[in-house]
């Protein structure tokens, strides 16, 4: 059990760098806040369940991530949401668009580079005998 936790620990420090990598890119700034539903008005009659960068963050810091596909689960989410709510073809959406995909594969890229599968096989075993 103590193997586990250890296991874990080493996820949680392993994920924050790569979401911190992430938040710090310029192109990605409208990923790391949720989106504001000041500017925004209708984006929550519209997007069920939206994610952004600093809340995938505080889900870290709250232990809701047992392995990387987990958290790569909310990666694909936030772009998912990206694609929804600006579909047209107008300049604006396609941008937005354009830095969801790029975000999302920079994270693959990332995670995929940066960690040992051995590891993230161990994590997902532990995932899913809890
Ligand atoms: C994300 C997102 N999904 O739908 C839309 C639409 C966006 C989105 C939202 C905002 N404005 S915001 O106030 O909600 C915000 C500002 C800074 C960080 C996070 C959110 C700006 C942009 C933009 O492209 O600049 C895009």
Do not use: G, W
């Amino acid at each position: 059990f103590r193997e586990e936790e250890n296991t874990l620990r080493e996820l949680r420090i392993f994920l924050r760098q790569i979401c911190a990598k992430l938040a710090r890119n310029k192109q990605f700034y409208m990923f790391s806040k949720p989106v504001d539903v000041e500017e925004v008005p209708d984006y929550l009659s519209v997007i069920k369940e939206p994610m952004d960068l600093e809340t995938m963050m505080t889900k870290i810091d709250h232990h809701k991530y047992t392995c990387a596909q987990d958290f790569l689960n909310d990666i694909d989410l936030m772009c998912a949401n990206a694609l929804e709510y600006n579909p047209d073809r107008n300049p604006a959406d396609k941008q937005i668009r354009h830095r969801a995909c790029y975000l999302q594969d920079t994270a693959y890229a990332l995670i995929k580079a940066e960690m040992d599968s051995d590891f993230e096989d161990n994590c997902r075993k532990i995932r899913d005998d809890r």
